[in-house]
């Protein structure tokens, strides 16, 4: 089996989740044998990522900055098979969701995350939640350095942090390493960029107060450039600031986007700095020493640059128009000669976005370690992404993704559709979103017109807490519940590329639901109409605005 | 939370302690995975009692709560919210099936 190229828990890890195994064990049995109470096993078995839906505990498995190895993904097959129902949701916080353990089966499930260094603490609760990076991580051609080192380095800072355990809302960072943001660093509570100065200095962009739900915002700069090793001190004195000053009087006013939104950023950052001047010199400065120990973990596989131009390949795409379109929408440029990127589409034509199942997670671990190196990546708009792939290896892996029903080459395009899993499972929401993502995704399967739009994205949410990022959707749609009917809000314009960084607006009125893909339809069909050449759907809306497409809409619907 | 939808039949549904699914109490007290055999509330006042009742019974489940409900000809019981419908019959659309796909 490949050796990983990332962070490999040591014996304090080890034992942290060994020991939180046990005590959930307990308190489980406990909880069974009726010795505790509903309202006092609660907040523990969300502590351990059990949250009751509709018909069923899901557990949420947390995969840090979205990095697997074939070994853990081989694990969350067993477990989704043994414990659930066989399938998985890969999330929008590139987590996994098992939709159907059982309370009584949970700490088993545990103990099993636990043989390969996972676990799924602080996936829920009003703490620092799984930290996420950019899914392209360690492999990019455009990245100035690896973002997932900070990730871990802020991981083990952020783990049972006895400070941050109850903040006044859960709390949530976003890092990435490249220019081109594929984390959506500005719609995070901390998004922080890394990037380099005129003195030729690396250093963090760190963003605060973003974030989606019901009261999106976009994040401000709080710190235009930190140096690196002071991340832990300055993060330690913004979740400070919060923690003193976030409001707890109010669930829908908790998060720090409210209070940078009220304090304003001058005065949170003059809040944070002054705090920081007095930790800056703590314990949680970062000796060179210690983040090159991390780093050391994170060290790339050896890959020896290679021709990139294999006639195997170019002979395929000649022939196969498919392969050709995959190559151009599923394979990203690597920053080694002749290797690729290649993101394997959880999106084929009408299935629910995101979801795998057992045999399909075990044939994608037996596809990175026969391509990849044994890793994997999950990208926070729910697929799987083989980060070291040899180009000569593309029609391989294609062919493999193809068995799997995983090779659709349709990333970033229509049917790449985020979506949560809305009221078909979750107990917050209004409406459901798969159906709807599913019925898009069937009507525009065809895979010439798809590359014909475009790049184009639908994020579909099934309430307002915007788990499937319909805020910063191209197209958004908004799942309410009027009088008992589930009807559908369309936003237009959101974004999260960097520096494009917008929130859509609303069209006009909801839609039913049966009017959905008709409404997309006719909003592709105005981009169409008015595009001009190398213009995506997004640009030709923020040139031509929103009236062309609310007519084409309402007159239909 | 089921929404506030008029309707003067009722059941008490919960969620299972053991495995979260989705269940209704019976005459007998007892909760059973099916909904026609569901205890029905036909007036205010007994929906105050079933809910008690099933409060009462609440060892092996999950916050009790009461779900407004139609009863159609036949006596076939259905949920008025499209929330309730889908805590009764269960996903709207096929979930992936675990072993459809084979690896070869």
New interface residues.
């Given amino acids: 089996m490949p050796d990983t190229h990332f962070y490999r828990y040591d014996e304090y890890d080890r034992t942290l989740v060994a020991e939180r195994v046990d005590q959930f064990r307990d308190q489980v049995r406990r909880?069974?044998a009726?010795e505790l109470t509903?309202e006092q096993f609660k907040p523990l078995r969300l502590t351990n990522g059990l949250y009751?839906?509709?018909?069923?505990?899901m557990l949420r498995i947390a995969i840090p900055y979205g990095t697997l190895s074939s070994r853990q993904l081989r694990k969350l097959a067993e477990i989704?098979?043994k414990y659930d129902?066989?399938?998985g949701h890969f999330t929008t916080r590139q987590n996994l969701q098992l939709n159907w353990?059982?309370?009584?089966d949970a700490p088993d499930a545990l103990a099993a995350l636990a043989e390969v260094d996972m676990h799924a603490l602080q996936t829920s609760g009003n703490c620092i939640r799984n930290v996420t990076a950019d899914h392209f991580a360690g492999a990019a051609a455009d990245e100035i350095e690896d973002p997932r080192i900070w990730a871990e380095i802020v991981r083990q800072w952020s783990t049972l942090h006895p400070e941050f355990t109850f903040l006044p809302r859960k709390f949530k960072i976003a890092i990435t390493g490249s220019p081109n943001d594929r984390a959506a660093v500005r719609v995070h509570d901390i998004g922080l960029r890394l990037w380099r100065n005129a003195a030729g200095e690396v250093g963090f962009e760190v963003i605060v107060g973003g974030g989606l739900g019901r009261t999106p915002m976009i994040g401000k700069t709080l710190r235009a450039f930190l140096p690196k090793n002071e991340l832990l001190a300055y993060l330690e004195a913004t979740l400070r600031v919060y923690n003193r000053y976030g409001r707890r009087d109010n669930l829908y006013k908790a998060r720090i986007k409210i209070l940078v939104h009220e304090v304003g950023v001058e005065k949170m950052r003059a809040d944070v700095e002054a705090e920081y001047a007095e930790i800056r010199d703590g314990l949680l400065g970062l000796s060179d020493e210690t983040v090159e120990a991390i780093a050391r973990q994170f060290a790339p596989p050896h890959l020896p640059p290679r021709s990139s131009l294999v006639a195997a390949v170019e002979a395929l795409r000649l022939e196969d128009r498919d392969f050709a379109l995959w190559l151009k929408s599923n394979v990203a440029p690597h920053r080694v000669g002749g290797h690729a990127i290649v993101t394997a589409s959880l999106k084929p034509a009408g299935?629910?976005p995101g979801?795998?199942?057992?045999?399909?997670m075990?044939?994608m671990a037996?596809i990175a370690d026969a391509f990849s190196h044994g890793e994997l990546r999950v990208s926070h708009e729910q697929n799987l992404i083989f980060p070291h792939v040899a180009i000569e290896d593309l029609p391989a892996v294609y062919a493999?993704l193809g068995?799997?029903?995983f090779a659709e080459a349709n990333v970033g395009k229509i049917t790449d559709i985020i979506a949560c899993p809305g009221?078909?499972?979750c107990a917050l929401a209004n409406a459901?979103s798969?159906?709807v993502a599913?019925r898009i995704s069937n009507h525009f399967a065809d895979l010439a017109r798809q590359h014909d739009i475009g790049d184009l994205k639908i994020k579909i949410s099934g309430c307002i807490n915007a788990c499937g990022h319909h805020h910063v959707g191209h197209i958004g749609i908004l799942g309410v519940?009027k009088n008992?009917v589930?009807l559908y809000q369309l936003s237009l314009g959101g974004d999260v590329d960097f520096g494009k960084t917008a929130l859509g607006t609303i069209l006009g009125p909801a839609v039913t639901a049966d009017k959905v893909v008709e409404a997309v339809d006719a909003l592709v069909a105005t981009y169409l109409d008015a595009r001009i050449p190398g213009e995506r759907f997004v640009d030709t809306h923020r040139r031509i605005g929103a009236q062309p497409f609310k007519e084409r809409v309402y007159a239909l619907v | 939370m089921a929404?506030n939808?008029s309707g003067d039949l009722q059941v008490a549904s919960a969620?299972r302690?053991?495995?979260?699914?989705?269940v209704w109490l019976n005459d007998a007290g007892e909760w059973t995975t099916r909904l026609d055999l569901a205890a029905v509330a036909r007036e205010g006042r007994a929906g105050e009692i079933l809910l008690q009742r099933a409060r009462a019974e609440a060892?092996s489940v999950?916050?009790p709560f009461l779900v407004a409900v139609i009863e159609e000809e036949g006596g076939v019981i259905e949920p008025?919210?499209?929330?309730e419908k889908?805590?009764a019959s269960?996903?709207?659309?096929d979930?992936?099936?675990?072993?459809?796909?084979?690896?070869?």
Wanted: glycine content about 10%.
């Fill in positions: 909880r069974l009726g509903e009751l839906q509709l018909h069923a505990y989704s098979r129902r066989g399938y353990i059982k309370l009584e299935a629910p979801d795998a199942s057992a045999v399909q075990e044939g037996d493999a068995r799997l029903g009221l078909d499972y459901r798969i159906p599913q519940d008992g589930e | 929404k939808l969620n302690l053991s495995d979260g699914v989705v060892f999950i916050d008025l919210s499209l929330r889908i805590r269960g996903l709207t659309f979930a992936i099936a675990a072993e459809a796909v084979r690896y070869a």
